[in-house]
Nanobody
Framework: QVQLLESGGGLVQAGGSLRLSCAAS????????LGWFRQAPGKEREFVAG????????DYADSVKGRFTISRDNAKNTAYLQMNSLKPEDTAVYYC?????????????????WGQGTQVTVSS
């Protein structure tokens, strides 16, 4: 199995940037597709970005395209989410997740492992 731990969240002004990290315990880290999801208070969890095995392809929600970048470093067993031009509506708890699917997916039910989440707060 895979244990995931997010870090890098915090409070930032609108227009600023944050870089989230997701450290994984798995030796076979490169065999998992990775996704970032977020959940705001009173809202459903939503897909943010995904990256395939060994980083061959990426997928982004329309709300973050052009602002967020997902990447992975398999040698470090770590995934990243670079968030630029942050908006107040980006405020949420952000979760990383791992999937055994070879292609990216936006369906949270297809992710096998989840981190505990990290809070991102964007002020006006």
């Amino acid at each position: 199995q895979v244990q995931l731990l997010e870090s890098g969240g915090g409070l930032v002004q609108a227009g600023g940037s944050l870089r989230l990290s997701c450290a994984a315990s798995a030796r076979t880290f490169s065999s998992y597709g990775l996704g970032w999801f977020r959940q705001a208070p009173g809202k459903e969890r939503e897909f943010v970005a995904g990256i395939s095995w060994i980083g061959g392809s990426t997928d982004y929600a329309d709300s973050v395209k052009g602002r967020f970048t997902i990447s992975r470093d398999n040698a470090k067993n770590t995934a990243y989410l670079q968030m630029n031009s942050l908006k107040p509506e980006d405020t949420a708890v952000y979760y990383c997740a791992a999937s055994r699917r070879v292609v990216t997916t936006r369906n949270p039910n297809l992710y096998n492992y989840w981190g505990q989440g990290t809070q991102v707060t964007v002020s006006s």
